[in-house]
């Protein structure tokens, strides 16, 4: 439990300071006085100022934030500024937020979700480099065997590899099953290789009425597969591709929610919110450390994706802003704007809520974390 908790904090810590990381950075390489850096979310437990930043950290642990000198003050009309002196107004209000050019703003607030992105990337690559990936291959094995089942009085065993039937060589499971449902109750020559590469040749009849979990010959089977690892250079063009395709699928997952939140006004059974994440920190620290950093990549993106929606208070919403700015040539009212993401944020912290109150239903009820 220990250190499930260690590894979630752990967890929870580096994607928020990478994602606010990516704002630090590019406001600082663009001139923009940064005010606070936070971890957590207001009121503060504590802070400590360097430089002109204050670091802190806060009591709600859902989020980070960085805070931009007149960021706040980026919408229509005059900036107002509460400073000890003009000098310092004078001096400060070149490097504001508000100052900076569209491009470099939409730069600022994108940079979080990019170093979120990048941050899966490298962990993809890097697991592709020095562990490998499965890839599927051209042979269909046989893994279980039922009792008194057709199989088994044919001769076919665990381990056996099926080559061919009636003569058409069979490269996956797909194959082999669809052949078997258009010849059940008929006759079937299989030939096959054995866990000692001898090939033999037998002879089965799918039954046409079966146990629905065991199937027409009653066997259970799967596609070979070998590990293949790919060379340093290689590695980070495949883990781009694969974190594109994980984003890919976590959208389609975000659309099914909020699909089934307004139809049946109810949360999908495999959503997890800050509890059920670190109950999966858990399982997925006792599959150690290569799963641990496969995890964070998913988060990771997950992080990513979520923070460049087009919701107020959320990173995508602060860029539909600065981008319809730039397109009209107009600052949206600041008023506008700030209810906009006042409202955004009591939504996000109602849905975080929902979300948890989902979790510790699912907990009390001894429902699984995982569905089967």
Avoid: C
């Avoid at 499965?134 to 009792?147: A, H, M």
């Avoid at 061919?164 to 290789?193: A, D």
């Amino acid at each position: 439990m220990l250190l499930t908790i260690i590894v979630f904090v752990l967890i929870l810590s580096i994607l928020i300071l990478i994602h606010e990381g990516g704002h630090f950075i590019s406001a600082k390489i663009f001139g923009i006085k940064v005010e606070e850096f936070g971890f957590g979310l207001p009121p503060r437990i504590f802070g400590k100022k360097f430089g002109e930043t204050i670091y802190s950290v806060n009591w709600l642990p859902i989020g980070g934030f960085v805070k931009l000198y007149g960021e706040d003050e980026a919408g229509a009309g005059k900036p107002s500024f509460k400073v000890q002196s003009s000098k310092l107004e004078s001096k400060d209000e070149k490097r504001a937020f508000f100052a900076k050019p569209v491009w470099q703003r939409a730069v600022v607030i994108f940079a979080g979700v990019f170093m979120n992105f990048a941050l899966a990337v490298a962990i993809l690559s890097f697991l592709f480099s020095v562990v490998g990936v499965p890839i599927s291959g051209n042979k269909v094995n046989v893994d279980v065997v039922v009792k008194n089942s057709p199989a088994e009085k044919a001769g076919l065993k665990a381990g056996d590899t099926v080559e061919s039937i009636n003569g058409v060589s069979i490269t996956s499971t797909t194959q082999l099953i669809t052949i078997t449902k258009k010849h059940l109750g008929q006759k079937l020559t299989l030939e096959v290789k054995t866990q000692n590469s001898k090939v033999k040749s037998i002879e089965i009849t799918p039954r046409k009425v079966y146990p629905a979990n065991e199937g027409a010959m009653g066997i259970a089977i799967s596609q070979n597969s070998t590990i293949k690892k790919y060379p340093w250079y290689e590695a980070p063009f495949v883990g781009t591709k694969e974190a594109l395709h994980e984003t890919y699928l976590i959208a389609n997952g975000l659309v099914m929610i909020v699909v089934q939140l307004f139809t049946k006004g109810s949360i999908p059974s495999d959503v997890a919110g800050p509890i059920g994440i670190a109950q999966l920190t858990g399982v997925v620290v006792s599959n150690g450390i290569y799963a641990v950093l496969s995890f964070v990549a998913l988060l990771s993106l997950n992080l990513a994706l979520v923070n460049v929606l087009p919701i107020p208070a959320l990173d995508g919403g602060r860029l539909l802003f600065i981008l319809i700015e730039g397109v009209f040539r107009k600052k949206v009212d600041q008023k506008i704007e700030g209810y906009a993401h006042a409202v955004g944020m009591a939504v996000l912290l109602g849905l975080i809520a929902l979300i948890t109150l989902h979790d510790l239903f699912r907990i009390f009820t001894g429902q699984p974390l995982l569905p089967k």
